[in-house]
């Protein structure tokens, strides 16, 4: 059930025995997540999958820095995380672009926050909205786009950074169903580029298994692991057609039988 | 196969140059509004000059408009009894300006400062809310005794008139920042400076315009109770000096005055704020 890290040197990710507590806003302790472990070699695309609500994100947000474990460690690249790293990039699900600025000034942000020449930062941001096609967008808001085309502007805001450590937490579950698959294989064909480590968090049992080298199936909450499959369809993949791959039928099949019973747990468990 | 392009062509189309159905019901519409308005302006112009003339209503007590408008063109052609209009005018207006600008600034300010920085707020937010719960008015004699009679005393009480609304907003601006674009401007490498200049401060911004609607209102009360409770020129000081000699012809005129006034800055400062928020969506339906 356990496969190698791919390539050399140390894991890009790895969270040993995380747990993580919120207060909540009523004064209780809240646990998200439990016993939590998980590596991720370098350049391998993760999945999560878990019943809603059931700490997936925690998950995210203690990678990047943003939130600290309780107890536990998290390391990227075998440092302990102690802030914000600038190795690694966040592609949230609801829209978190600068909605007063036009694209290509959202997607300059980065370089210029890091303090890069301004003519630089400009030039790399036009080259990524060519990239992810949206040229001729450069001077529209965010609200004058679509959801897809804003998505992509997202990704263009975190690839110019050039993230070794690549988080993404259900970041095209807004995102009516075809252009999600247009947006797997662009998200794809960008990963292959940049041989970036990918965190993708998602309750699409089928999004995961079509994108990840390996699937993490969490429980219920508090969530830890409950198992983890290697997917082994050959790259490149066509996102489009995959998932009538019959391989691809056999493993969602496995993966769901698994996943079902916390879903489950976690339905009786709010109806209740 | 084809090549599929996948992006909407949603995007700023040029307008036909016919007129649709649609457009010439809304344009239809939006005529009908006005001559409502102007209906109902004439109606209560006349009503109330006929009113007044008929002795329904005492003119002694409400004036009428004709007599408001011959008061008007007589200030303003030969002064008032104190002096020129546009001189009080200009008091007024400068003791606004001055107890505006100051107090929005300042309560920017302090507002994206406490709003950013948890420990200020918790120990200042107490004493805001003791000084935010005095009527501000009732400063005006302090002010009056420490700043004297002239420009002092009035842009103090514009400034505290002021100062609290904007805080107040900006702080609750900066509260509302959006949780996933903070994080995001984070990762992407912003400096705590940073986060505040690029995306605090615009996302409070709509906050912030709200206060100031109002708070240039709030302003011109300072200046004109300030004017009310002692003082030598200004719009407040004519109303007074009409209350004085029975003149009601000589107050309402004074509050029309004041009227346009406040009109004009509303309108200026939407014209601002629609040219530093052309990012936001246009809102449908018909504007004021």
Redesign the interface.
């Known amino acids: 059930m356990t496969t190698p890290a791919p390539s050399t040197g140390g894991p890009a990710v790895e969270l040993i025995d995380v747990e993580r507590r919120f207060l909540t806003p009523d004064g209780r302790h809240m646990t998200a997540i439990r016993d939590f472990s998980m590596t991720v070699g370098r350049g391998e695309f993760v999945a999560v999958v878990g019943p809603t609500g059931c700490g997936k994100s925690t998950t995210l947000g203690l990678v ?1 820095g ?1 939130s600290r474990p309780t107890l536990g460690s998290v390391k990227v690249f075998g440092d302990e995380v102690k802030g ?1 790293d ?1 190795r ?3 592609v ?1 699900q ?9 694209v290509v000034d959202n997607v300059v ?2 370089p210029l ?2 303090g890069r020449p301004k003519e630089e930062a400009y030039d790399k941001a036009r080259s990524w909205l060519k990239r992810v ?1 949206l040229s001729k ?1 450069e001077k ?7 959801g ?2 804003r998505k992509r502007v997202a990704l263009a ?2 690839f110019i ?1 050039e993230p070794k450590i690549l988080l993404m937490d259900e970041p095209f579950s807004a995102l009516d169903v075809q ?1 999600r698959v ?1 947006m797997h294989e662009e998200l794809l064909s960008l990963w292959s580029e940049q041989q970036a480590s990918v965190i993708f968090v998602t309750h699409d049992l089928e999004e995961a298994i079509a994108l990840a080298d390996r699937v993490y199936v969490l429980t219920n909450g508090p969530a830890t692991v409950k198992s983890v499959y290697s997917i082994d369809l050959p790259r490149p993949r066509v996102v489009a057609e995959i998932r009538y791959d019959p391989k691809f039928i056999e493993i969602s099949h496995t993966i769901w039988n698994d996943l079902r019973e916390e879903v489950q747990a976690g339905y009786s468990r709010a109806a209740a | 196969m084809t090549d599929v392009t996948t992006l909407p062509a949603a995007v700023a189309e040029p307008l036909e140059a016919r007129e649709t159905p649609g457009a010439r019901a809304a344009r239809l519409r939006r005529y009908q509004v006005i001559a409502w308005r102007w209906a109902i302006l004439v109606v209560f112009l006349i009503g109330w000059e006929v009113g007044a003339t008929k002795g329904i209503i005492d003119p002694f007590f409400y004036s009428m408009p004709s007599e408001i408008a011959f008061r008007l063109w007589e200030w303003a052609s030969e002064g008032t009894a104190e002096g020129p209009l546009w001189y009080h005018l200009w008091v007024t207006m400068e003791e606004s300006l001055a107890g505006f600008f100051s107090g929005a600034i300042a309560g920017v300010v302090v507002g994206i400062a406490l709003g950013r920085n948890r420990m200020l707020a918790d120990v200042f937010s107490i004493y805001i809310k003791v000084i935010n719960s005095i009527p501000r008015v009732v400063l005006a004699p302090i002010f009056i005794m420490i700043f004297g009679l002239g420009l002092g005393s009035k842009v103090a009480l514009s400034f505290v008139m002021v100062f609290f609304v904007v805080f107040s907003n900006a702080f609750q601006g900066v509260r509302e920042a959006d949780r996933n674009m903070i994080a995001n401007a984070q990762i992407l490498g912003a400096s705590p400076w940073q986060l505040t200049r690029s995306v605090i401060v615009p996302s409070a911004m709509s906050w912030i315009f709200a206060s100031l609607h109002v708070s240039f209102g709030f302003a011109i009360v300072g200046a004109i109770v300030g004017e009310f409770v002692g003082s030598r020129y200004g719009i407040g000081l004519l109303i007074n000096v009409a209350k004085g000699s029975f003149d009601a012809a000589g107050m309402y005129a004074a509050i029309v005055i004041i009227m346009v006034v406040a009109l004009t800055a509303d309108w200026a400062m939407t014209r601002l704020e629609h040219r530093l928020a052309k990012w936001r969506p246009q809102p449908h339906g018909d504007q004021g």
């Open positions: 990047s943003l914000i600038p690694v990039g966040f949230f609801t829209d978190a672009l600068f909605p007063w600025r036009n942000a980065g926050f890091r096609g967008f529209h808001y965010p609200h004058q786009l679509s897809g085309m805001q975190t950074n252009t247009v």
